[in-house]
């Protein structure tokens, strides 16, 4: 089927800022595999860059819908998208998540379902953003450089220990679930994403890889605010 414009997704501008503006505007159609803190980081983002005219006003953002949590799932959501084709971009933020045991049960999926996910997102013109262990690892490189291998637990429960000392007295989150439904993150590290690019490009060659720790998230911020 040949590509649709995304005509149907530009504002209304004024004939005179058109030009300016036009070159700018992008539609981008977004699958996690969180249901809260990825689509939280990216709308706040949005909002806030559109704000500051980082993104162009008339850009889209859609986080499609949510069915699935696991990395091939996440892309079969985004594929099954309606109107797909319309988006000038799409990627899928997945994490690696290697199955750990918890309790009576454990998390995770496999590292097979991890790459096959990559593959195929690649073969369907798709773009991917990633973390191993986990997206939390992109919030922790705004505060630091980390290079060692960690377990998803770990990586989360020093991703809320770096965000609380931000947070005022009253506000400050009490758990992992707490931090994963926080709606103001991209805001609260901001100033800070400079530093986060820095360091999971340091990570470039774990990246390439897809080794523990390792996240391409920049890529996809970059993309949004349309930097390099």
């Not at 977004?30 to 806030?48: D, H, M, Q, R």
């Not at 980390?146 to 809320?160: C, F, G, M, V």
């Not at 400050?172 to 986060?196: G, H, I, M, Q, W």
């Amino acid at each position: 089927m040949p590509r649709k414009s995304h005509n149907s997704f530009k504002s209304t501008v004024p004939e005179t800022r058109k030009n300016e503006t036009l070159s700018q505007k992008k539609a981008f159609l977004i699958a996690c595999e969180g249901e809260c803190t990825e689509p939280n980081y990216i709308k706040n983002l949005v909002a806030v860059e559109k704000l500051n005219k980082n993104i162009a006003e008339g850009t889209v953002v859609k986080i499609a819908t949510h069915q699935h949590s696991d990395p091939c799932g996440v892309l079969a959501d985004l594929l099954s998208t309606h109107n797909r084709e319309d988006f000038d971009e799409c990627w899928i933020v997945i994490d690696r998540d290697a199955v750990e045991f918890k309790g009576n049960g454990f998390g995770g999926h496999t590292k097979e379902n991890f790459n096959k996910a990559i593959e195929n997102a690649l073969q369907n013109n798709v773009k991917i953003a990633f973390s191993n262990p986990c997206f939390e690892l992109w919030i922790i490189l705004h505060f630091e450089y980390r290079d060692t291998e960690s377990s998803r637990d770990d990586i989360q429960d020093k991703a809320l220990e770096k965000i609380n000392p931000l947070l005022p007295q009253g506000k400050k989150l009490k758990n992992v679930d707490k931090l994963k439904n926080f709606e103001r993150l991209y805001s609260l590290l901001k100033e800070k994403t400079p530093s986060a690019i820095k360091f999971a490009k340091k990570l470039s060659e774990n990246e390439v890889q897809r080794k523990n720790p390792s996240t391409s998230v920049y890529r996809l911020v970059n993309a949004l605010t349309a930097k390099n």
